[in-house]
Structures are given as C-alpha cells and as structure tokens.
C-alpha cells in the first residue's frame, strides 16, 4: 500500500488500532508499506448487506491500516483506512 502524500520520517503505522514495527511487522519498499502478512479489506455484496439488515452477521477478516505522522509545520495527520493492495515479491 502506497504511503500518503506529505508523510515523512519518523512515522507511526497500525493495523486495526495496533502499533506496528518497522522490520519486524512492515518494511518500506519505493514509498510503499509492506507487510510481513497478508492482509484483507472485506468487500460487502448486496446480499451480505441485505442479511445485515436483517440482523444476521456475517463477518470476515477487514484490515484498517492508518498512519500518523508530523506535517513540517508541526502539526499532527493521519490517513485512515489506507487503501490495500497485494505486491507480489
């Protein structure tokens, strides 16, 4: 996944709400995240919905990466729900 434009050195990444590592859970490779599992944004089709709106759950694995970082003129950003893609190695 592409970092957001104006992100820069040193930064913060969670998945789901949970610090990540550099090295250890992600590296960056070309201005992009990587990570070290595999990672999946649920898509919702019409009929997911329709039993939703009937009560009935049916959940699947829905990753949120978000990033935080300082501007230059000092002021705190975040980009939520960054975009997922698959890189192949």
């Not at 859970?25 to 009929?47: E, H, M, T």
Request: aromatic share 10%.
């Amino acid at each position: 996944m592409i970092l957001p434009p104006g992100v820069r050195s040193p930064f913060d990444v969670y998945v789901n709400g949970v610090p990540q590592a550099l090295g250890a859970d992600f590296q960056i490779r070309d201005g992009a995240l990587v990570f070290s599992r595999p990672l999946r944004k649920d898509k919702v089709s019409k009929w997911r919905w329709a039993l939703g709106a009937y009560g009935v759950g049916t959940y699947k694995q829905d990753d949120s990466v978000d990033v935080r970082w300082t501007r230059p003129d000092g002021m705190p950003a975040v980009a939520e729900r960054l975009e997922i893609s698959s890189v192949e190695e």
